[in-house]
């Protein structure tokens, strides 16, 4: 079966950390994005993979706070997301792309505790 399934969210603390997995199931995904959505807002791109040669990019309310990145060999992105803010609040969703395709996984919770 394709699909996309996140894990890792949860509880954070201001100022803490958590890390986001995203696995690829059945699919050979060629980019991978981060989006979030928090209750009353759009989706929004959170980072993602620079589609020529390589690099990430972020949105500014992230940067250099948040890190994306994957292991090619367990089909796996991550996201790294360090001092967290209340703001940071959302349901997280990897984003894949295989070939034509696009695949979104299903989402999980980060609740950031101030």
């Known amino acids: 079966q394709e699909r996309l399934v996140e894990s890792g969210g949860g509880l954070g603390q201001a100022g803490g950390s958590l890390k986001l997995s995203c696995l690829a199931s059945g699919i050979n995904i060629r980019t991978v994005d981060w989006y979030r959505q928090a209750p009353g807002k759009q989706r929004e791109l959170v980072a993602a993979?620079?589609?020529?040669?390589?690099?990430?990019r972020y949105a500014d309310s992230v940067k250099g706070r948040f890190i994306i990145s994957r292991d090619v060999t367990k089909n796996t992105a991550y996201l790294q997301m360090n001092n967290l803010k209340p703001e940071d609040t959302a349901v997280y969703y990897c984003h894949g792309v295989s070939f034509a395709t696009g695949y979104w996984g299903p989402g999980t919770q980060v609740t950031v505790s101030s």
């Open positions: 993979f620079s589609p020529y040669g390589g690099g990430t």
